[in-house]
């Protein structure tokens, strides 16, 4: 082929146009694109290729490492490793990276990491052509839970908590349930017991000289709700106002159940806005988007799912 630039249509553009749309790619989109083809990395160059963040810099290696169900994109060493035995089971404490220091991500008994979340989008791409990849993604996607007795004087004697996660619209979402039988000699779980439900509602009393405001307050608000109401399994529903976090609380003759719906983002660095907003009080949901993430995990989301 004389001139095979002449069969990209991107190519047939004008540079000054081609500049006009890549000016509003993120930094890493900006450095992919220019080792897609020297003709784009020369008109790139026209302008200048930003130095990259480490932020940034691990978002690259995760596009980079897309097609490859072998590597895993790294954080902590800005850096790709090799996929292990452990890190497809999600065991945080023997993880291919030796530096790996996991975020705090509360939860029942599935830990989330971004390393599970990067195999799992990763593996629902490519499982439809490998039966390995298929068999990785089961355990990554796999159903936990487990049931514990409760023997703290608080009329709570069994305590069972599970975990759903589910990939939907190319976004990893975990369904939680926790689920209190109270004692029979008690009509409710007074005090309440301690739960975290996310980094920002917790069924917990705040640290000495700390004050909660409203917003970190609307799991205690719906707990109460449902304690209060005569009706047994009404659902009270609520959302945190920081993270993509959707909860209900039921209460039952012997019982009570928390569900509570996650959305840790797409396929991307842990840089995302939507998996740093689960460790940060930076980010504000639009009240709009409430019960988005339930409606979504069901997959009767009519519009598209936040970025």
Same mark, same amino acid.
């Given at each position: 082929?004389?001139?095979?630039?002449?069969?990209?249509?991107?190519?047939?553009?004008?540079?000054?146009?081609?500049?006009?749309?890549?000016?509003?790619?993120?930094?890493?989109?900006?450095?992919? *694109? $220019?080792?897609?083809?020297?003709?784009?990395?020369?008109?790139?160059?026209?302008?200048?290729?930003? @130095?990259?963040?480490?932020?940034? /810099?691990?978002?690259?290696?995760?596009?980079?490492?897309?097609?490859?169900?072998?590597?895993? %994109?790294?954080?902590?060493?800005?850096?790709?490793?090799?996929?292990?035995?452990?890190? *497809?089971?999600?065991?945080?404490?023997?993880?291919?990276?030796?530096?790996?220091?996991?975020?705090?991500?509360?939860?029942?008994?599935?830990?989330?990491? /971004?390393?599970?979340?990067? !195999? %799992?989008?990763?593996?629902?791409? *490519?499982?439809?052509?490998?039966?390995?990849?298929?068999?990785? !993604?089961?355990?990554?996607?796999?159903? =936990?839970?487990? +049931?514990?007795? +409760?023997?703290?004087?608080?009329? !709570?004697?069994?305590?069972? $908590?599970?975990?759903? @996660?589910?990939?939907?619209?190319?976004?990893?979402?975990?369904?939680?349930?926790?689920?209190?039988?109270?004692?029979?000699?008690?009509?409710?779980?007074?005090?309440?017991?301690?739960?975290?439900?996310? /980094?920002?509602?917790?069924? %917990?009393?705040?640290?000495?000289?700390?004050?909660?405001?409203?917003?970190?307050?609307?799991?205690?608000?719906?707990?109460?709700?449902?304690?209060?109401?005569?009706?047994?399994?009404? =659902?009270?529903?609520?959302?945190?106002?920081?993270?993509?976090?959707?909860?209900?609380?039921?209460?039952?003759?012997?019982?009570?159940?928390?569900?509570?719906?996650?959305?840790?983002?797409? =396929?991307?660095?842990?840089?995302?806005?939507?998996?740093?907003? /689960?460790?940060?009080?930076?980010?504000?949901?639009?009240?709009?988007?409430?019960?988005?993430?339930?409606?979504?995990?069901?997959?009767? !989301?009519?519009?598209?799912?936040?970025?």
């Amino acid at each position: 082929m004389d001139n095979p630039s002449a069969q990209c249509p991107i190519l047939q553009l004008a540079p000054e146009v081609i500049l006009l749309f890549t000016n509003e790619l993120p930094d890493h989109a900006k450095v992919l *694109l $220019s080792q897609t083809c020297r003709d784009l990395r020369q008109i790139l160059r026209q302008q200048g290729l930003p @130095p990259l963040s480490a932020r940034e /810099h691990v978002r690259l290696l995760v596009h980079l490492s897309r097609a490859n169900p072998h590597v895993w %994109a790294c954080a902590t060493c800005k850096a790709r490793h090799r996929v292990t035995r452990n890190d *497809l089971w999600g065991d945080q404490r023997l993880s291919s990276c030796p530096r790996l220091t996991v975020p705090w991500r509360p939860g029942g008994f599935f830990a989330v990491n /971004h390393v599970r979340v990067q !195999l %799992a989008l990763k593996y629902t791409r *490519l499982g439809m052509h490998s039966a390995r990849i298929r068999s990785y !993604l089961k355990r990554l996607l796999r159903y =936990e839970g487990g +049931v514990r007795m +409760v023997k703290d004087g608080r009329g !709570l004697n069994i305590f069972v $908590s599970s975990s759903r @996660p589910r990939v939907v619209a190319g976004r990893f979402l975990v369904k939680y349930t926790w689920e209190y039988a109270l004692d029979s000699a008690s009509s409710a779980p007074t005090p309440l017991p301690m739960l975290v439900l996310c /980094h920002h509602q917790k069924l %917990a009393r705040p640290a000495e000289g700390v004050v909660w405001g409203e917003e970190r307050k609307q799991l205690v608000r719906a707990v109460e709700g449902a304690l209060s109401d005569d009706l047994s399994g009404v =659902e009270y529903c609520r959302s945190c106002p920081f993270c993509p976090t959707d909860f209900a609380v039921r209460i039952f003759d012997e019982g009570m159940v928390i569900e509570a719906w996650k959305d840790f983002g797409p =396929e991307d660095g842990p840089g995302n806005p939507t998996w740093r907003s /689960h460790s940060s009080t930076e980010a504000r949901r639009n009240p709009s988007d409430f019960g988005r993430v339930r409606r979504l995990y069901y997959g009767v !989301l009519k519009g598209g799912p936040l970025s």
